[in-house]
């Protein structure tokens, strides 16, 4: 099992920065692969990036990459996502999820843990 608690929404202004934290719970999190999605009001949740247990092998979402940075520390039992210019368009509420499958597949009903989300609004 692997409870999971996101940190570090809020409110940043365009081309402002954001780093999201989320602590996991649970001996097994550094075998778990972990991911962040985001969902927009209105709209489906969706993936924004991945990264598997150790941290070497990362995914991004074509609208995020080279702004965004996932990462681990597993001795933290933490995932982060850095966010740099950021755009209105990344509005939404943020959630971590996090797998013990050993092929990773990128969409949400393959995450079987998940935390109760973050709110990220980026003002114009």
């Known amino acids: 099992q692997v409870q999971l608690v996101e940190s570090g929404g809020g409110l940043v202004q365009a081309g402002g920065s954001l780093s999201l934290s989320c602590a996991a719970s649970?001996?097994?999190?550094?075998?778990?692969?972990m991911a962040w999605f985001r969902q927009a009001p209105g709209k489906e949740r969706e993936f924004v990036a991945a990264?598997?247990?150790?941290?070497?092998?990362?995914y991004y979402a074509d609208s995020v990459k080279g702004r965004f940075t996932i990462s681990r520390d597993n001795s933290k039992n933490t995932v982060y996502l850095r966010m740099n210019s950021l755009k209105p368009e990344d509005t939404a509420v943020y959630y971590c999820?996090?797998?013990?499958?050993?092929?990773?597949?990128?969409?949400?009903?393959?995450?079987?843990?998940w935390g109760q989300g973050t709110q990220v609004t980026v003002s114009s």
């Open positions: 999820a996090g797998t013990l499958a050993t092929r990773l597949v990128l969409t949400t009903d393959a995450f079987a843990y």
């Open positions: 990264l598997n247990w150790n941290g070497v092998i990362t």
């Open positions: 649970g001996r097994t999190f550094s075998g778990a692969a």
